[in-house]
């Protein structure tokens, strides 16, 4: 087992730097072929949601030490189709939704917190997740079907886009369509999915956005250092209407009591909804601290330097008291019949009843085969154990490598405690039993570089029914039952992986899957470089491609061949980082060769063009080109902001009292 030697470390602070800091400023850019040759056939549009440390820590916003998640939402997109001079054009584009604006017009309003933003006009949705393709909306003059788009967030409620501008379209419903997580006269806090999920066979003719509505129990606020729970819900959105009411979830006649406030993932089979309670963890710190430290720096600038050195000691019993608890070691997954759920929506009930399985582990993210005609469920999960997202690097963080966290990699999530694994799921609904089975091994060292901080997966996303014709159909008929599911492992990452974090696993007495000494010893091998691997259907190591020391990848996008029957025709389509240069590069895999052999063709800024530094990348999604060139605006709006009767009345009130005082006086000579 070889260390990792001063050079590998350099190469990794720099490389990390350079995947998380980003311009400001939205811009496009010119790539060009720097090695390889572009693949004939590749087409369509990618998105990559992205995050800049410049925009997490804005200095025209109130800082108090948020995270990475909270940052406004942000697309990177690549057109894959090449210009007459054979190149491809990369743009970066913030989301104007209602926090964007809020934040422009009134900067010192706007507070973060570890979940959300809010200001003096509420709890403002960032919708910085997930880009979903969605239902098809034609042009008016004919020609093929364009395709709209949704990008998500976990404290907020979905939002429209177009494809091409990434222009805002409309919020998914008012906030009377929703139950309220915390009020507001304006903009009240509402808890969806961050995966909602499209399915365009719902019911014939009649394609449906599903996705989970949560409410939190109040009650558990209270309690500095208990999980907050939530009730669950389930929504579908037409397109045309507004959302349909939410339906409460119940498992054998009982309401679903979430045992920590997250569903952020939902997977789509051809008959079942799943929907998995996640391991992020809110508790009433995540919404407190940042408000508390705001105070605190507010007295510390007036207090003596006696004062000042009570008010330190005051302030770290009051971050003990308040310290998050570590994510549970057990997912509850709910299983709901889309049948029971037709039904629901033509009675217009207000419950429906799901079935629940236990699996043991902290889950993340999860690919669902879609065919489950067999009775069997089959998802690929990813198993952040001994992690926590909702935790981050924060000022003063000792590292294990003895040394202190730095400025510019705050807000990232802590490096892992323990061995991350994929895991296969099957759930067999006749028999009502779950068999697993993972990788990698914690009993193969020579595979442990594999569970070293995993990254969300490849997640493709079907916008349409395998019988559809051209590359919509491809990439359905492709995920009917994947032959392989491809991973990012971050590697070992010593600039975010705290002490604190494994003082606080260690202190919850959580399970580990290996022991601390054994994991210390292993995870510093410099040869636990990032990797993109693939796994076959049975998780067996179909092939992987190791990153040089320094290298950073972010979730993969697949796109498939027009004619693909099988995920190994087509592409694989990343943004990589490198410590040599500060913008990103796009590298494209062939899936059809092991990735061992590289990419086939990497792109870098063209000639005179400047590249681009997106920040980091979390979550990614491919549109075919006919679907972003036909898209029209569609029909139906949502009003950004809502203003309550009451609040219409009162200012009419303010209004009135003005104009009789202003006449008064006028009338008095005043």
Not at 11 to 19: E, S, T, Y
Not at 406 to 435: M, P, S, W
Request: net charge neutral; aromatic share 8%; charged share 20%.
């Amino acid at each position: 087992m070889a260390p990792s030697t001063p050079a590998a470390r350099a190469a990794i602070r720099q490389g990390l730097h350079h995947v998380y800091h980003g311009d400001l400023e939205d811009r496009r850019s010119r790539y060009a072929v720097v090695e390889g040759a572009w693949p004939a056939g590749l087409t369509g549009r990618a998105f990559f949601t992205v995050f800049p440390y410049e925009a997490v820590f804005d200095r025209r916003t109130l800082e108090a030490n948020p995270h990475m998640l909270t940052a406004p939402g942000r697309v990177l997109t690549v057109d894959l189709d090449p210009d007459d001079e054979g190149e491809i054009a990369l743009e970066t584009r913030y989301l104007h939704v209602q926090s964007w604006h809020v934040r422009h017009l009134a900067p010192h309003a706007t507070v973060r917190t570890d979940f959300a933003e809010y200001s003096w006009l509420g709890m403002m949705n960032l919708s910085n997740t997930t880009p979903v393709p969605v239902f098809p909306v034609a042009r008016a003059e004919g020609g093929p079907a364009g395709r709209r788009l949704i990008v998500s967030y976990d404290a907020g409620t979905p939002n429209e886009f177009s494809p091409g501008s990434l222009e805002h379209v409309t919020p998914v419903g008012r906030a009377e369509s929703y139950l309220a997580a915390v009020g507001s006269s304006f903009s009240p806090m509402i808890m969806t999915t961050g995966h909602p999920v499209y399915d365009p066979a719902f019911e014939p003719g009649a394609p449906r956005l599903l996705y989970t509505h949560l409410v939190p129990r109040v009650v558990d606020f209270l309690h500095a250092d208990r999980r907050i729970r939530a009730d669950l819900h389930l929504m579908t959105w037409d397109g045309e209407h507004a959302p349909t009411p939410p339906i409460r979830v119940r498992v054998d006649g009982e309401p679903v009591l979430l045992e920590q406030a997250s569903a952020h993932q939902v997977c789509l089979t051809r008959d079942h909804v799943v929907v998995f309670n996640a391991n992020l963890v809110l508790n009433t710190a995540a919404l407190v601290e940042p408000l508390l430290e705001l105070i605190r720096r507010a007295l510390h600038k007036r207090a003596s330097k006696g004062l000042r050195a009570r008010l330190d000691r005051a302030w770290t019993r009051v971050l003990e008291s308040l310290h998050a608890p570590v994510p549970t070691s057990r997912c509850a997954v709910y299983v709901v019949s889309k049948k029971d759920l037709r039904e629901a929506l033509r009675r217009k009930a207000t419950t429906i009843e799901a079935r629940r399985f236990v699996l043991e582990g902290e889950l993340t993210h999860a690919v669902a085969r879609a065919d489950d005609t067999d009775g069997q469920i089959t998802f690929y999960a990813q198993h952040n154990l001994g992690a926590d997202p909702a935790d981050q690097l924060q000022q003063g963080d000792r590292l294990v490598d003895g040394g202190h966290a730095h400025r510019a990699f705050l807000g990232l999530f802590t490096g892992t405690t323990d061995l991350n694994q994929v895991r296969k799921h099957t759930i067999d609904l006749r028999r009502g039993t779950v068999e697993t089975r993972a990788f990698p091994d914690p009993d193969a060292p020579d595979e442990f570089g594999f569970g070293m901080n995993l990254l969300p997966p490849a997640q493709p996303l079907s916008y349409e029914t395998p019988d559809a014709p051209g590359l919509p159909g491809a990439l359905a008929r492709c995920l009917e039952r994947p032959e392989l599911t491809w991973w990012v492992a971050g590697g070992y990452l010593p600039e975010v992986t705290a002490e604190r974090a494994f003082e606080v696993f260690r202190n919850a007495g959580h399970p580990r899957l290996v022991p601390e000494e054994t994991f210390r010893a292993r995870m510093g091998d410099g040869s636990h470089t990032v990797k993109l691997f693939a796994l076959d259907a049975d998780l067996r190591l179909d092939s992987a491609y190791a990153f040089a020391p320094g290298w950073f990848a972010g979730a993969p996008v697949f796109v498939p061949r027009a004619d693909a029957t099988s995920v190994r025709q087509g592409w694989l389509v990343t943004c990589v980082w490198g410590p040599d240069a500060p913008h990103v590069e796009v590298w494209v895999f062939d899936t059809s060769r092991p990735l061992s052999l590289g990419p086939v063709c990497k792109l870098g800024p063209g000639a005179g063009s400047r590249g681009l530094r997106p920040g980091f990348p979390l979550h990614a999604a491919w549109i075919d080109r006919e679907g972003v060139q036909g898209w029209a605006k569609p029909h139906y709006q949502a009003s950004m902001l809502d203003v309550p009767t009451y609040v219409k009345v009162a200012e009419v009130g303010v209004m009135g009292a003005g104009f009789l005082w202003r006449a008064l006086t006028q009338q008095l000579g005043r």
